[in-house]
């Protein structure tokens, strides 16, 4: 296959491309390197181009028939969302109308799409399945569901056949550290503790020690980056007998809280994590695991890295060796 890989320099965008290229698929790279990195395109050609400009996407449409395209280019900052809603919504669901219109004018039929558990917003339940009610509460996660209805829709008027894929907390790296996690603005856990551990940032702050949980810290659900990656090629596989526009929740099905994050990467990099508590911040769920059943049912998904220890690991040996 030849594949289109949007925001494929980018954390998660970047696993994908090498998995695809594994397995001995042609991978292009469509990014702006807005939040990416260049030397993060190692799988495949890098074409520079922005979504939210339709003649540069042309360009890299031209010339060329893709077999599927993969979409991880977006904003992904929930404050900044609220912040700035407009940049939120211009790239995040103008950006993929443009892409979708060069698919349509591309005849190319399959995506596979990053959308986000946040589509949820404050969930009712810890364990949040795909029949949850989506509610989102911030800009961010009602662009990611704009989208969700948008492909649902381009699914009925253009035969466009897509998997939007929910992901948790994208977690870890490769085993060989070539590649990982590397956001100029850092807001995800694991990363932020390894960074206090490496003194490359201020003590971490835990935001808040009294939710209803037995520690008292949020839990959340960590996914390996790798089994996210493996997640997508199920679902371009599913695609193939299941016409539609879908949508699944990836996680672990695990939760952890921050303090067993923290005693966790402490154990692993056999360090002290300086951390203090910080209060609560506005929009913060006690709880947010996800049922993956129906991906391990449907797609026949199951994450490989089920060991909080392992991911963190894989994690650290990025952050120690991290080259950009
Ligand atoms: N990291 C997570 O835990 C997580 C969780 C849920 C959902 N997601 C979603 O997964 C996707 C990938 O996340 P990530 O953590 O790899 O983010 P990332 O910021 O590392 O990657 C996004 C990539 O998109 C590129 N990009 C942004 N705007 C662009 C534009 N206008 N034109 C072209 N390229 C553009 C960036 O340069 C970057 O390389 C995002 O859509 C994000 O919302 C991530």
């Not at 919504?89 to 986000?116: D, I, K, P, Q, W």
């Not at 921050?258 to 966790?264: C, D, G, L, N, W």
């Amino acid at each position: 296959m030849r594949t289109l890989v949007c925001g494929g320099a980018g954390y998660i965008g970047s696993h994908m491309a090498r998995l695809l290229a594994a397995q001995g698929h042609e991978v292009v790279v469509l990014d702006d390197l807005s939040s990416g990195h260049a030397q993060a395109v190692q799988w495949g050609r890098l074409v520079e181009a922005d979504v939210l400009h339709p003649p540069s996407l042309e360009e890299a449409f031209a010339g060329q028939r893709f077999d599927a395209v993969f979409h991880f280019c977006a904003r992904s900052l929930v404050a900044e969302s609220v912040a700035r809603p407009y940049d939120y919504y211009a790239t995040n669901v103008v950006g993929t109308l443009n892409l979708l219109e060069a698919m349509r004018r591309h005849e190319v039929r399959r995506l596979v799409f990053s959308s986000s558990a946040s589509v949820f917003g404050q969930p009712a339940t810890g364990m949040v399945d795909e029949d949850h009610p989506t509610q989102p509460i911030n800009p961010y996660g009602a662009s990611k569901l704009m989208v969700e209805r948008i492909l649902a829709d381009a699914a009925t008027a253009y035969g466009l056949d897509s998997v939007a894929l929910r992901y948790f907390n994208a977690a870890g790296a490769t085993a060989d550290a070539r590649i990982g996690e590397s956001h100029a603005c850092e807001t995800h856990l694991i990363p932020n503790v390894l960074r206090s551990v490496l003194g490359d940032r201020l003590a971490l702050k835990v935001f808040g020690g009294d939710y209803p949980t037995p520690d008292g810290t949020c839990i959340r659900d960590y996914v390996h980056v790798e089994d996210l990656a493996q997640a997508h090629l199920l679902a371009l596989d599913y695609l193939g007998a299941h016409p539609g526009a879908h949508a699944f929740n990836l996680g672990n099905g695990r939760g952890f809280s921050v303090r067993e994050v923290i005693a966790a990467a402490s154990a692993v990099t056999g360090r002290a994590v300086p951390w203090e508590m910080a209060p609560r911040r506005a929009g913060d769920p006690a709880v947010l695991v996800a049922s993956s059943r129906r991906a391990k049912a449907e797609l026949g998904w199951s994450p490989t890295w089920t060991d909080l220890e392992a991911i963190i690991e894989s994690a650290w040996r990025w952050h120690r060796a991290q080259p950009w």
